[in-house]
T-cell receptor, first 116, second 112 residues
């Protein structure tokens, strides 16, 4: 089974609107971390936000928030007030503990296009 | 700028050759991770070092090896290169063993 699933290969959003990028994960480890990264066309990977499995509250970083639903094993990224510079690939990732200590898994990514 | 540096930025070589990719982590970071990003395989975790010791291994081929030196910089050695090794190789670093990772700009390898 895929560890990280991103079901939206591509998405469009109007500038200034909010957008949700979906991510589901698969792990039996009670301790894990979830990450979102942005990769613009220039190629670099930019860390956006982190959520630990034991964190009680959803993580937020500026216009980014992570909608963490543990029972559903989902960790959707919400970008509020989209900007043209948000156009990029977005990757969801997971770090497991336990026997798979410190292994990282990335989803296939979602390409977001922000329209003016 | 994440503070992680990688050299070289681009590398073109031939099948069967060997190359070395270099990574300097952010100041104070003890962990270094290596990733391969290719069009068909996506982003694949290769290996992690923490303070000089190997900590986790992902989908790293036997033809590939890595190490982390006392000054904490790391090198990824790719040998007997094949066309399919053409990819973008990222290095990332984190403060602790399991912290948030900050990525370098990557080394783009083209094997002809």
């Amino acid at each position: 089974a895929q560890k990280i699933t991103q079901t939206q290969p591509g998405m469009f959003v109007q500038e200034k609107e909010a957008v949700t990028l979906d991510c589901t994960y698969d792990t039996s480890d009670p301790s894990y971390g979830l990450f979102w990264y942005k990769q613009p066309s220039s190629g670099e990977m930019i860390f956006l936000i982190y959520q630990g499995s034991y964190d009680q509250q959803n993580a937020t970083e500026g216009r980014y928030s992570l909608n963490f639903q543990k029972a559903r094993k989902s960790a959707n990224l919400v970008i509020s007030a989209s900007q043209l510079g948000d156009s990029a690939m977005y990757f969801c990732a997971m770090r497991e503990g336990g026997n798979n200590f410190n292994k990282f898994y990335f989803g296939s990514g979602t390409k977001l296009n922000v329209k003016p | 700028d994440s503070g992680v540096t990688q050299t070289p930025k681009h590398l073109i070589t031939a099948t069967g050759q060997r190359v070395t990719l270099r990574c300097s982590p952010r100041s104070g970071d003890l962990s270094v991770y290596w990733y391969q990003q290719s069009l068909d395989q996506g982003l694949q975790f290769l290996i992690q070092y923490y303070n000089g010791e190997e900590r986790a291994k992902g989908n790293i081929l036997e033809r590939f090896s890595a190490q982390q030196f006392p000054d904490l910089h790391s090198e990824l050695n790719l040998s007997s290169l094949e066309l399919g090794d053409s990819a973008l190789y990222f290095c990332a670093s984190s403060t602790g063993e399991m912290g948030t990772q900050y990525f370098g700009p990557g080394t783009r390898l083209l094997v002809l």
